[in-house]
């Protein structure tokens, strides 16, 4: 219900912002969230849910001072309290607030709230508490143990449209997902922190975030713009890395982040960036991940990386993707990648140069965008794209 109101709130919003549909404003900057007076504690996001586990989650939010912030939760009744505390400290007179949860029950939906309380005043031997808030009551549910499935949506290059997710989610179908993924460039670069909270946070907040997790995955343009490097405070990743794995359900997961699309030395550059190192680095570790039991034992290995290794064309971020992931791929037996980058959908099936199926959804303006929903059980995996009118333009199934 409160979702609902949320969402009503937040789409009215969007009517008006989206008859300026220009690609590089923050056309929610003056209706944030709440009506507010100047300098008044409030949230400017309501909570979301990252790295959702059987046993864990972390929950980020934002406020707008200050504060000493928590989260109550509990099954039934709000009974138990998470806040962060490291070296002794209770985590507080911070804004980005991420608190993770542990001793979680696999497999068990749980109520939550999240309250703030500002620090107006933070003197050595005098603190004084300012306003405290309290967000709505929402609720997740974390995964069984080894589930049978899993099922996801995958969002790509909406490039600083945020009445995309709206749209897409529109005619998503009524088909389940257990998380969101967000394969790269949500963004055309990094500005500030308004823009993430207008184009990212808001729109995936009001749609399902507080509710359901989502993985923010970096895609070149996410690495572009001066607040490139404080992107990485607004989410939560297992290994506080852009490149990571996991196991949920029958698929391991490999994410990768596929850097920059030219050459390191290209002027744009400006010679602050060195994204062939990185590639290698993630290219070493994969060799060692494919190594592991689980991602042998795994019923489907699936990659997902912004910039496909192939059907992108020949510069230098395809190629290099190519050159140092596509040879560990095909050793390994990589069942699938999913991509997007090129604004081009399609689905490319093996062929002489790929062993695997790559898909790569579209994007990001209207006739062009995809959302694809993704279930992978112990039969078969099952993917379908759609196209933003609603028409299936991808299917692909690897079957068991
Ligand atoms: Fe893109």
Not at 84 to 102: K, L
Not at 201 to 223: C, D, Q, W, Y
Request: hydrophobic share 30%; net charge negative.
């Amino acid at each position: 219900m409160k979702i609902a109101n949320q969402r009503r709130k937040f789409l009215s919003q969007l009517t008006a912002a989206s008859a300026l549909t220009v690609v590089n404003i923050s056309p929610l900057k003056a209706s944030v969230f709440e009506p507010m007076q100047q300098g008044e504690h409030r949230f400017l996001t309501p909570p979301y849910l990252q790295v959702l586990t059987p046993t864990s989650v972390d929950l980020v939010f934002l406020t707008s001072n200050k504060a000493y912030s928590w989260v109550e939760y509990g099954e039934d009744q709000l009974e138990h309290k998470a806040q962060e505390e490291s070296d002794g400290f209770v985590e507080a007179y911070q804004r980005i607030n991420n608190i993770h949860i542990r001793n979680l029950k696999p497999g068990t939906t749980y109520k939550y709230r999240v309250i703030s309380k500002e620090i107006s005043l933070f003197k050595p031997y005098e603190l004084v508490y300012g306003k405290q808030i309290t967000s709505e009551q929402y609720s997740f549910t974390t995964p069984v143990e080894d589930a049978e499935s899993v099922t996801c949506l995958v969002f790509n290059d909406i490039h600083d449209r945020p009445h995309s997710f709206k749209d897409l989610m529109a005619i998503r179908g009524e088909k389940s997902y257990d998380f969101a993924f967000l394969n790269g460039d949500m963004f055309d670069y990094q500005e500030d922190e308004q823009q993430i909270i207008d184009h990212l946070l808001l729109p995936v907040t009001t749609l399902f975030a507080s509710e359901k997790p989502f993985i923010m995955s970096r895609g070149n343009h996410e690495t572009r713009g001066k607040f490139r490097r404080e992107f990485k405070d607004y989410f939560s990743y297992p290994t506080d890395s852009y490149y990571y794995s996991f196991k949920q359900g029958p698929v391991y997961w490999i994410i990768l982040d596929t850097g920059e699309d030219k050459p390191d030395d290209h002027p744009v550059y400006a010679g602050i960036v060195d994204f062939d190192s990185y590639r290698k680095e993630q290219a070493l570790w994969l060799e060692q991940v494919t190594q592991h039991e689980e991602y042998k034992r795994a019923t489907y290995r699936v990659v997902m990386m912004h910039i496909p290794p192939f059907h992108s064309g020949d510069w230098h971020g395809t190629l290099h993707c190519r050159e140092v992931f596509d040879p560990i791929f095909e050793h390994n037996k990589v069942d699938l990648v999913i991509s997007g980058h090129t604004h081009r959908y399609g689905v490319h099936p093996p062929n002489e140069e790929h062993t695997y199926p790559i898909i790569i959804g579209g994007g990001p303006k209207e006739g062009n965008r995809t959302i694809i929903h993704f279930e992978a059980n112990q039969k078969n995996l099952i993917i379908e794209m759609k196209r933003d009118d609603g028409q299936v333009v991808g299917e692909y199934e690897i079957k068991k």
